[in-house]
């Protein structure tokens, strides 16, 4: 096992975060967790449910704690993938910053434990999945729903940035829907932690890349605003702005701001993604500005339906 794995086991800040307010699962029945009975886990703590996904590294499962008798959503990661990748400092760094986030749109981060050939996160369960199925199913959101997203998006993209966190990979496969349909950020694999540096590492999804990173140039948190304008359109319309046959084209489309906009988008809609799908960083519209939009204020609703029409049937 390589040194880094082993590492693992010196990240007891994890537990020490367990704060009393802090609570396992989501919807009712609710379980505090009391920090100064943490444990270490294994999987025999466990009644494993259902799979909730599948990773390139591993799986997802539904899971409930045997004592408490709480449902939370279980990680399992094999650690040689891990290592045949070599991102395990990748991983110890997801560790530490999720687990030392707290806000109501951050998927929660609760502990984690290893065995001789995997890794196990336990992280909160969000029983409504991906935003990406669900934006598969619907077609498009509507107004009120993309722009609620915007709002807790941008909330809790603002919380990240005062922490000096850069996500980096906002996209629709990366976030879930709680209970109530709030967006919860649920993957932090591609986030770093900057408080002064410019990075210069290309990372994220291709449709939702900004112009400074395919062009090679440093970046700073202002990636994340482009990604939010590049998942608002995304939301509006059910594909990204930027997308084509090939991956040259798509790059050519993102260093021009080749923006073209459907019909369906309405007009507020429109105004909001053109500040901030901006060339120049700088020029995006600021996070506090998202949310004070008028169109976001106008149509968001923190309570969401908890359906959508599906897409008409092309048979």
């Known amino acids: 096992m390589s040194q880094t794995l082993k590492n693992l086991t010196t990240v007891g800040a994890l537990r020490e975060e367990m704060d009393p307010e802090a609570v396992m699962g989501t919807g009712p029945g609710q379980v505090p967790v009391n920090p100064s009975s943490q444990k270490k886990f294994s999987i025999t703590d466990f009644d494993i449910g259902r799979p909730l996904g599948k990773g390139k590294f591993g799986n997802v499962y539904l899971a409930r704690e045997k004592k408490l008798k709480v449902i939370v959503a279980l990680k399992v990661l094999f650690k040689s993938q891990m290592e045949k990748e070599g991102v ?131 970046h700073d948190e202002k990636v994340d605003l482009w990604c939010v304008g590049v998942l608002c359109y995304e939301c509006s319309v059910g594909s990204p702005p930027f997308e084509t046959a090939s991956h040259s084209e798509t790059y050519k489309r993102i260093s021009k701001v080749d923006l073209q906009f459907p019909k369906e988008v ?23 500005r998202v949310i004070e939009h008028p169109w976001v204020k106008a149509n968001s609703c923190r309570v969401l339906p908890p359906v959508c029409q599906p897409k008409p049937s092309s048979h």
């Open 88 to 218: 395990e400092h990748q991983l110890r760094r997801e560790i530490e910053i999720q687990s030392h986030l707290r806000h109501p749109n951050i998927l929660r981060f609760y502990n984690y434990f290893h065995d001789s050939s995997r890794v196990f996160l336990i992280l909160e369960f969000a029983p409504r999945g991906e935003m990406y199925k669900e934006l598969q199913r619907c077609g498009r959101f509507t107004d009120q729903r993309t722009a609620t997203f915007m709002e807790e998006i941008a909330d809790a993209l603002l919380y990240c940035h005062e922490q000096k966190v850069i996500h980096r990979d906002i996209k629709p496969e990366n976030l879930l829907l709680a209970y109530r349909g709030e967006l919860k950020i649920a993957d932090f694999g591609w986030s770093v932690h900057a408080p002064s540096l410019r990075r210069r590492t290309m990372c994220g999804t291709l449709d939702y890349l900004p112009p400074e990173m395919i062009e090679g140039h440093s």
């Open 266 to 288: 309405s007009e507020g809609g429109r105004d909001l993604i053109s500040k901030l799908l901006r060339h120049s960083p700088y020029m995006r519209l600021p996070l506090k």
